[in-house]
């Protein structure tokens, strides 16, 4: 178990570092920063200091280490479009997305995994059949076709929820959240619903599936020819051999939500972190980009070190495998 | 005559395949007396293990039960309630799978499936039903007993994970086992191991054994009265030594032939019955053994010879055997 978790959390911390490396050439190669900084008519003089000031003269691997030594420190450089310092404007953004893709997991794992065990189970019945139906129709249409046609029934035709933007937040030191207002989950339920659609019809056929093909195995028909009540097989012994896909699933979701909530957080005007980086891509504010990719790598990594980590809880058999 | 503790009478079960409706079993009928070990015997696609399931009601679709009556102690097991039936499950009737790789679940501890199938059939504490839990793994032959309850499947050998099975099928006290290729599955030196068990605890206990098996090595040691299956009929039943000596059915006594046997002079005789069992639904008219049968005659291919009794022994066949096969 511990050799388990170490050589797991020694792989996060080689790829994160790998990362930030293909983000350090992206600031470091593409567009010149010289240019931004420089006024046009800058003596050739100043371009010499500002080059040693930067520390453009030294070689490429050293200013990755300065630029790692930097980032630790909390440096994360400074935003070509605002001139604010990167931390900030991701700090600023970071509550809005994370809060918007808890709720949206939230609703996924409510809904989907309900939803999903009930098909397994009677998968012939005309219920199952209904869910499936509106399965299908989840994966197929795009987000923010789902979002706009929220939009159009709950905010324009029945005027029960706003289109845009988080609401009322309130600051609770260096996170604001919407959580604590009415007008706060007012708003984050569209997008939160847009967002979840995919994950819970994707969650239900995962599930489904699994269900079934475990439903079929010797070790069920041993545990129902025990009288082993059927509540404790399919809830129990059969979920329990299907939650490893689906953990491992749910994680990449979620990362998927934090990471690439641009489409929705477009829709519904949402203030995060996929607008800003909408916005930065526009304007080609490479330090903003470089640093969000940085950021999307590691919540991936971090979720699914976090995955990772649980296997062994659900099935003992991972710490075998060699 | 005690009264039988298991009774089959006419049961068959059948196979739905689009609009065909496929016999898998047909009229079978035996009865198992308090403590009696029959033994079930046949090739692959006789039938044996369907008999084991359809007594409670285990058959996967599209196999289906469509006449018969099954009684165990005087009960009725063929139109209970489904809830009467899961207590009859585990219960009264414990059942013994054939591969121990497959049937123990790989992600809930031994410990777990014995406790929720204890406490499913016995009102018993938690504490209680982790000490009957203990107790019958000791009872199986596996060292360590309370450490095992923390393992998993995978950190016990296919020779151990049979012992669980085993203590699994009996763990809540069954009237009757329904052992179905218990050996099959494992290596030949742990198979001897597992039958001793077998017996020990039939004999510690006094439950009554339905053993399925392929193999003539396995009736020999352990049943009292052997059913023998051919294409979804019984051909015979006999007691285990009558079987042996003096078989009535020309298939019993084929497949007696057919174990391999050592000569006067050091050779490994193979006599092979001629020809294959027929499958599902390629049922010859008349008797299913006369395309292989070398006693075949006319009415064995019109008409399907009844099980009768005579002497010790019941067959199926209208030119049965008359030697014996001990000088």
Redesign the interface.
């Known amino acids: 178990m511990l050799t388990y978790t170490a050589s797991r959390i020694g792989q996060t911390i080689i790829v994160l570092l790998i990362i930030s490396f293909i983000a350090f050439l992206l600031v470091a190669n593409l567009g010149d920063p010289l240019s931004a900084l420089l006024s046009a008519d800058a003596t050739v003089a100043e371009r010499a200091a500002l080059i040693k000031q930067l520390g453009l003269e030294q070689p490429m691997l050293s200013r990755f280490a300065s630029f790692l030594t930097n980032f630790l420190q909390g440096d994360l450089g400074t935003s070509y479009r605002t001139q604010e310092p990167v931390a900030k404007l991701i700090v600023e953004r970071l509550p809005a997305t994370v809060e918007l893709a808890f709720v949206s997991l939230i609703f996924t794992i409510f809904v989907g995994i309900p939803a999903g065990i009930f098909c397994g189970v009677n998968p012939k019945s005309p219920i199952s059949r209904g869910i499936m139906l509106f399965s299908i129709t989840g994966i197929t249409l795009p987000n923010f076709v789902v979002g706009i046609a929220l939009i159009a029934v709950f905010s324009v035709q029945l005027a029960i929820l706003p289109s845009f933007g988080r609401g009322e937040t309130v600051s609770l030191g260096f996170w604001s959240t919407g959580l604590l207002t009415v007008s706060g989950w007012q708003a984050i339920i569209l997008p939160a619903i847009t967002l979840s659609t995919f994950q819970i019809t994707f969650i239900i056929r995962m599930l489904r599936t699994q269900l079934m093909e475990v439903g079929q ?13 059927e509540t ?1 097989i399919w809830f ?2 059969a979920v ?2 299907t939650l490893l896909p689906v953990i491992t699933m749910l994680g990449l979701q979620l990362g998927n939500i934090i990471a690439f909530s641009v489409v929705t957080e477009n829709v519904f005007a949402w203030p995060g972190l996929g607008s800003l980086f909408l916005q930065s891509i526009q304007a080609a504010d490479i330090p903003v980009i470089a640093i969000y990719l940085i950021f999307v790598g590691a919540v991936f990594m971090i979720i699914n070190l976090a995955v990772e980590l649980s296997y062994p809880l ?4 991972v710490l ?1 495998r060699k | 005559m005690s009264m039988p503790l298991l009774e089959v009478k006419d049961l068959t079960v059948t196979l739905s395949r689009q609009d065909r409706q496929i016999m898998a079993l047909d009229n079978v009928s035996f009865s198992i007396k308090p403590g009696e070990v029959l033994g079930i015997v046949g090739e692959s696609g006789a039938g044996k293990s369907i008999t084991g399931a359809a007594i ?1 009601n ?1 058959l ?1 679709p599209p196999l289906r039960r469509t006449s018969g009556i099954i009684t165990l102690a005087g009960e009725r097991l063929d139109t209970l309630s489904p809830r009467a039936l ?6 009264r009737i ?2 013994v ?1 054939q ?1 121990p790789m ?7 501890t031994i410990g777990r ?1 014995l406790i ?2 204890i406490r ?2 016995l009102r018993l504490g938690r504490d209680q039903a982790r000490r009957k839990a203990i107790d019958w793994l000791d009872r199986v032959g596996l060292p360590n007993p309370d450490l095992t309850l923390d393992r ?1 499947p ?1 950190q016990l050998s296919g020779g151990m994970r049979q012992r669980v ?1 085993i203590a ?2 009996l763990c ?1 006290d069954p009237v009757l086992l329904i052992a179905d290729e218990p050996t099959t599955a494992l290596d030949v030196s742990v198979q001897a191991h597992i039958l001793q068990l077998l017996r020990d605890l039939h004999r510690e206990s006094g439950t009554s054994m339905l053993l399925i098996t392929h193999d003539l090595g396995v009736i020999a040691k352990m049943a009292d009265t052997v059913a023998v299956f051919y294409a979804g009929r019984v051909a015979e039943i006999s007691p285990v030594k009558e079987l042996f000596t003096r078989p009535r059915h020309p298939y019993t006594e084929g497949l007696i032939r057919a174990t391999p046997a050592l000569t006067a002079a050091g050779e490994i005789q193979l006599n092979p019955i001629a020809g294959a069992m027929p499958g599902l639904g390629a049922l010859p008219n008349g008797c299913g053994f006369n395309p292989r049968c070398p006693k075949a005659q006319d009415d064995c291919r019109t008409i399907v010879p009844p099980l009768t009794q005579q002497d010790l022994s019941a067959f199926a066949c209208f030119h049965p055997l008359e030697r014996s096969l001990v000088q």
């Open positions: 195995s010797e070790h069920i028909r041993f545990a129902r020819a025990r009288g082993v009540p404790t129990h012994y329990k051999n659900i099935d003992p058999r075998r | 409670i285990l996967v899961r207590s009859v499950r585990g219960g414990g059942f799978f591969d497959t049937s123990l679940n790989p992600v809930i499936q929720d199938t499913t059939h998993y995978h099975v699994l099928a809540a």
